[in-house]
């Protein structure tokens, strides 16, 4: 019988890691990762991450939902698109998504990301 994983809402510190520079907009933000759970598939994973203030560029080929525990961010599309977001506020970033993932106070997320397949 599968089994109920927890989820926790602090990262592992050991996860830490400055954002790729290739990807980095400005800032020195570090990022942190907890997944708790993955498919045997590795399409369908779920955790908490945290980043420090900074911005980054992104492309996803991923769906991801998010639940802000803290912090603030900001993602600015390609597209000329903005939204900011709040602790307490949860939100979708759909594959396809390029643009840029701005942190404005250090965030902390709980995240499920669903990968399509080919």
């Not at 399409?43 to 492309?59: K, L, P, S, T």
């Not at 250090?106 to 669903?114: E, G, M, N, Q």
Request: proline share 7%.
């Amino acid at each position: 019988m599968p089994r109920i994983v927890p989820v926790p809402h602090t990262p592992d510190e050991a996860s830490r890691a400055p954002v790729a520079a290739e990807r980095l907009v400005t800032g020195q933000p570090q990022q942190a990762v907890g997944n708790a759970y993955s498919t045997q598939d590795d399409r369908f994973h779920c955790g908490v991450w945290e980043g420090g203030v900074g911005a980054w560029r992104v492309q996803y080929t991923e769906h991801e939902f998010c639940h802000l525990l803290s912090g603030r961010v900001r993602l600015r599309g390609d597209d000329g698109s903005e939204v900011l977001l709040g602790a307490g506020q949860s939100f979708v970033v759909p594959a396809g998504f390029t643009g840029l993932w701005e942190v404005l106070e250090t965030a902390r997320k709980l995240y499920a990301i669903y990968e399509p397949g080919d």
